[in-house]
């Protein structure tokens, strides 16, 4: 979704027929240039997403009891998913919620 919104936005810029063609590439080039924060925030938003419901069930499966652990790990999570949907905000970007995933794997977990 985000590769497929930047791809859109970087081919209007370079196709802009306003501009010269120099203006085009560079418009087109500060489009990719400005989605880099959101690819690395969402790489990093799904390795914590997943190391979060890895230690979950992990966790789940070895009756360990560290609600402290628990916390810091969702607090982790949300943080990370947080960054991304200011990221994805400021790109016009709609983002699911992270609450259904959490709840479905809180469930699958018992």
Known sequence: MIHDDMHKRAIKAASDETVDTATAELNA???IRA???VIKL???AITVWQLWVTSLLSAYKDDVEDTD???RLAANAFAAYKDLAVQALRHD???PSILVPM???LKTAE
């Open 69 to 71: 652990v628990w916390r």
């Open 29 to 31: 080039h500060n489009v």
């Open 103 to 105: 709840k479905t794997a």
């Open 42 to 44: 969402h790489g990093d």
């Open 93 to 95: 970007l709609k983002i």
């Open 35 to 37: 989605y880099n924060p």
